[in-house]
């Protein structure tokens, strides 16, 4: 399944979310989008100091293509 990446009012990363919730606090205005690939979406309000759950990258040396995708 994919995600959405978030980023906070100061640029620093957040929790990726479902892209549902993007979805809502774009309708909402809430977020704005920051980057269409990969699709990441910026907060407009501050939220209070987190740090994000560590996520890993993976890479898949295929045959033709290589593919990436980033895990937790």
Known sequence: MSFV????THKRPLDPVHPGRAR???T???AAVY???PFTILLKEAQPAR???PLRVKIDPG????GMAVVN
């Open 5 to 8: 990446f978030v980023l906070d």
């Open 35 to 37: 980057r269409r690939f």
């Open 24 to 26: 809502l606090l774009l």
């Open 63 to 66: 045959s033709t293509t290589t």
């Open 51 to 53: 740090t994000p759950t």
């Open 28 to 30: 909402q205005q809430k």
